[in-house]
């Protein structure tokens, strides 16, 4: 339905338009109507142009002050007129963790090509498939991997999600988010995040057929900024780079249906207006977007290849120091000059369980077959490394500075085994050779010294 027709219907942005101020966890405020944030305090007997106050809390109360975040939230109803009776729905696609899914897929290496387009209608709810899911939702510990790929918008539609905060990687297609404390829009090459329990909707920008990409669903404590140790109070991603939405909010009262994950299970509630009906807000809870393309990597310049963790944008930690719930890493353009050195990743065996996509061009250690918009898994202590060609190529290539361009991977990578959803295991784009791309490592050992 078209909502410009209806009564009373606007959409208001602070500016007039999309803008976004700068910072990580930086306590924010930001008003749509000038004059609606009350002053010297947060709930006033009554609050200006006749708005609810409402507190949205991201960590216990009692939560350190460098863990605490709430916002305080000046809205046109309070959040109860925006849930009423609820009654299940369905995202059959969507799956949390534990998922104990029946496939007969053995343990393996895995990697897959793009999920196939939607065949009808798909909004990017509808769009979500569920690739893998790590821990237990119940006692928010672990993650799940999304893929996405969607042709509508959500217009009246509206969505929260109890269950974990969303880290959205758009692979094709640049997105518009309206979050309940404003709008975000994030094109490929860009991340944005949700908190846990904010309402939004998601609709398509530019041309397309398709708009496709990824989703990082955290369960466990909320992602943010790794430490940087030695490396000091600079490079990988800086604060300012993340952006937090203006205030922005519709004034529409038209049929509208929230949906909602809670516990792994979907409900839905009808309600006569948009949610996202917040004039001004301050506070530390907010989502944010940040642009890859601003990450300044670190790595190796005089020989040997760092662990990938110095790609790390963002962690959520888990209870157990330097051991993330789950790591987002990327693989951004780079330099690489490392001396007398095997360049791409090693071969390895990892405790950690690494979700990987390809957002464009091609990534080191799998020149073919790892395509934009596929995935790969590497489960827990599963070896992998560089395919036959990649291996031989960095052995005997001359090792002159090269820039590594026109590229962008990621990895969700996770201390707990990423289990695999039926649709992952059955999906027909699952490549059956992967393993194959190892098949022409062979013995080149033959007992005299020398290099080989
Ligand atoms: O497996 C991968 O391709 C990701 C990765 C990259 C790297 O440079 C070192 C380790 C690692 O897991
Ligand atoms: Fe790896």
Not at 217 to 239: H, V
Not at 242 to 256: L, N, Q, R
Not at 291 to 297: A, H, I, N, Q, Y
Request: hydrophobic share 35%; glycine share 8%; with cysteine.
């Amino acid at each position: 339905m078209d909502t410009t027709e209806a009564p009373r219907s606007r959409a208001r942005a602070g500016a007039g338009e999309v803008s976004y101020m700068p910072g990580f966890g930086n306590d924010f405020e930001t008003e749509a109507l000038p004059g609606t944030l009350p002053q010297g305090q947060n709930s006033p007997q009554k609050c200006n142009y006749g708005l609810y106050a409402e507190q949205l809390s991201g960590s216990p109360f009692t939560a350190p002050r460098g863990t605490n975040e709430r916002s305080w939230l000046y809205r046109i109803r309070p959040s109860v007129r925006h849930t009423r009776r609820f009654t299940n729905a369905s995202y059959p696609f969507w799956k949390s963790a534990p998922c104990l899914d029946d496939h007969s897929l053995p343990l393996g290496q895995l990697r897959w090509d793009p999920i196939p387009a939607p065949t009808a209608g798909a909004d990017f709810l509808a769009g979500i498939r569920t690739m893998t899911a790590a821990g237990d939702v119940m006692t928010q510990v672990g993650m799940a991997a999304h893929a996405y790929a969607f042709n509508e918008d959500m217009v009246d539609d509206y969505f929260f999600n109890a269950d974990g905060e969303l880290l959205i990687v758009p692979q094709r297609g640049a997105i518009s988010v309206f979050t309940e404390m404003g709008v975000m829009e994030v094109e490929p090459a860009e991340i944005c995040l949700i908190p846990r329990g904010m309402m939004f909707k998601v609709s398509r920008l530019g041309e397309g057929t398709e708009w496709r990409g990824y989703i990082c669903e955290n369960y466990g404590a909320k992602f943010t900024m790794p430490d940087r140790g030695p490396i000091g109070a600079n490079c990988l991603a800086n604060a300012r780079d993340f952006k937090t939405p203006v205030a922005a909010f519709e004034d529409k009262e038209i049929a509208c249906r929230v949906h909602v994950k809670w516990c792994g299970r979907f409900y839905m509630t009808q309600i006569g207006h948009s949610p996202l009906d917040v004039v001004a807000w301050h506070g530390n809870y907010t989502p944010f977007k940040y642009d890859l393309r601003t990450f300044s990597p670190v790595g190796a310049i005089l020989f040997d290849h760092p662990d990938p963790s110095i790609f790390t944008v963002l962690t959520a930690p888990s209870g157990e120091q330097g051991t993330a719930n789950v790591d987002f890493v990327i693989f951004p353009p780079r330099w690489l000059v490392a001396e007398h050195t095997f360049r791409p990743p090693w071969y390895h065996r990892n405790i950690m369980s690494e979700f990987m996509g390809l957002i464009l061009g091609q990534y080191d250690a799998k020149e073919k077959g790892f395509v934009p918009g596929g995935m790969s898994l590497h489960n827990m202590m599963l070896p992998h490394g560089p395919d036959a060609s990649g291996f031989e190529k960095a052995s005997n290539s001359e090792l002159k500075p090269v820039k590594l361009d026109h590229t962008m991977a990621f990895m969700f990578e996770t201390r707990f085994p990423q289990q695999l959803t039926k649709y992952a295991a059955e999906l027909e784009t699952l490549q059956d050779d992967y393993i194959e791309c190892w098949d022409g490592l062979e013995r080149r050992f033959d007992g005299t010294p020398g290099i080989k």
